[in-house]
Each structure stands twice: as C-alpha cells, then as structure tokens.
C-alpha cells in the first residue's frame, strides 16, 4: 500500500520531467513501473502537470500514438496503462469515453452500459454527463435513446437521471 501523500512542487517538476523521458522513449515497461509508483491522485497531479506544462504533447496522445507505434505487440499493457492515466486525470471524461464505446459500433454492449451506469450512479453521474455533452456534442440520453430502445431505453434515462 502507498501512501497518501502530498507531492511537493520541486517533486511534481521531478516526476514530469521522469515522465517526459519515458514517453520519449516509449518504454511501455518503465512506463508502466512509473504509474504503479503512484496513487491515483498522486498520478492526476503529476498528469495535469505534465499536460499544462508540455501544452504540445498530452499524455495520453502521446501514449496512444508514440508508445504505441513502438510497442505494437503489446496491446493488453497499453490498454492498462492508458485506462490508470486517464482514470487518474479525469475521472468523469474516462467513464464518458468507457459511455460512449459501450454503444459505439454495431450493436450496444449492454452489460458493460448497464454496469456504467450501476457504478457511476450518484453525484459522479452528474460530472460525466457534463464531460459526455462537451467531448460528444450530445448529451448522454441522447445517445442512449439514440443506440437503445423500449423500457431499457427509458430505464438507463432514468438511472442516469436525464430524461429525454
């Protein structure tokens, strides 16, 4: 178990600068020791840092396009490590993009909609409508009526508290 602490100033310039080598470098493996290094909210400050200070170079495109073009046999770790990145940085944008793959393609996955929806309930529920409106132009009950229908439809509205 880590920690719970509070990383100092002249600490978060360390990491982020430890962090910048390692997406220059594209190494998935030390990569991913960094990221288990930290807790999640330890983790979101030194992303956040890392996003504000390398304006031109976000963490999780660099992850998806640099690190992995050089680690194409390795997608189960860069799906691990792209999930704890942006779970850290921005929890309700993750469960947002997790929203909108469940109903993307042909067809709706319901069990993983339904188990979205059963986790997130609640006052989190609010933050990820408003992450889904602003990253997808729609709000998510325009989505879900959009991709489901009949009582099911209206039951995930309803759980997520935004009718239609």
């Known amino acids: 178990d880590k920690e719970e602490k509070t990383l100092e100033n002249s600490e978060i310039k360390t990491e982020v600068n430890k962090l910048h080598s390692l997406l220059e470098a594209a190494d998935l493996s030390e990569l991913l ?3 288990a290094s930290f807790t999640t909210a330890q983790l979101g400050v030194v ?6 200070h ?19 046999h390795c997608h189960d770790h860069l799906h691990i490590l792209l999930f704890t990145v942006m779970q850290a940085a921005d929890p309700a944008r993750h469960v947002a993009l997790l929203f909108e793959e469940s109903m993307s393609g042909l067809g709706t996955n319901e069990d993983q909609l339904s188990r979205l929806v059963a986790i997130h309930r609640g006052p989190f ?24 229908s009949g009582l099911y439809s209206n039951l995930i509205c309803h759980l997520i ?3 239609i």
Not at 47 to 52: A, E, Q
Not at 127 to 147: C, F, M
């Open 47 to 52: 992303v956040r840092s890392y996003n504000s």
């Open 161 to 163: 508290n935004q009718p």
């Open 54 to 72: 390398h304006q031109d170079a976000h963490v999780v495109s660099t992850i998806k396009e640099k690190v992995a073009a050089a680690n194409k």
């Open 33 to 35: 020791r960094f990221v």
């Open 125 to 148: 529920m609010e933050k990820v409508k408003v992450a889904y409106n602003i990253d997808y132009s729609r709000t998510l009950a325009e989505r879900v009526k959009g991709d489901t």
